[in-house]
């Protein structure tokens, strides 16, 4: 199992056994759940690693935004557009799992900060 702060819940009950081991982070691999010590579960906050700057493009054309994070538990990134309307998959636009923003038809509305 993955030992970090989402699962604290679990180890704070009161059980009997004590066969569950760690297999991950690599700091707690192979102990035993039961055994880790509370503080030992935690989590690294999110952490943007990488994402387009500056884009620009004629209205009517295609762009390709871009964002990459880290951290524990895995980060989901969200797209909120200029309007502050968060973005979902629609005949316009595509949210990937892998973080990257595709707008098909671009308009004025566009323009602005993501």
Same mark, same amino acid.
């Given at each position: 199992?993955?030992?970090?702060?989402?699962?604290?819940?679990?180890?704070?009950?009161?059980?009997?056994? @004590?066969?569950?081991? #760690?297999?991950? +982070?690599?700091?707690?691999?192979?102990?035993?759940?039961?055994? !880790?010590? *509370? @503080?030992?579960?935690? #989590?690294?906050? +999110?952490?943007?690693?990488?994402?387009?700057?500056?884009?620009? !493009?004629? *209205?009517?054309?295609?762009?390709?935004?871009?964002?990459?994070?880290?951290?524990?538990?895995?980060?989901?990134?969200?797209?909120?557009?200029?309007?502050?309307?968060?973005?979902?998959?629609?005949?316009?636009?595509?949210?990937?799992?892998?973080?990257?923003?595709?707008?098909?038809?671009?308009?004025?509305?566009?323009?602005?900060?993501?």
């Amino acid at each position: 199992m993955h030992c970090n702060c989402e699962v604290l819940w679990l180890r704070r009950l009161d059980r009997e056994d @004590d066969m569950e081991t #760690c297999a991950s +982070p690599p700091s707690l691999k192979g102990r035993y759940f039961w055994y !880790v010590r *509370e @503080d030992e579960f935690v #989590c690294e906050p +999110p952490l943007i690693t990488q994402h387009t700057h500056k884009l620009l !493009v004629l *209205e009517g054309q295609t762009a390709s935004l871009r964002c990459k994070a880290v951290g524990d538990p895995m980060p989901i990134i969200h797209w909120v557009a200029p309007d502050d309307r968060l973005i979902s998959n629609s005949s316009r636009a595509t949210v990937y799992e892998n973080g990257t923003l595709d707008i098909l038809i671009t308009t004025s509305k566009d323009y602005g900060t993501f």
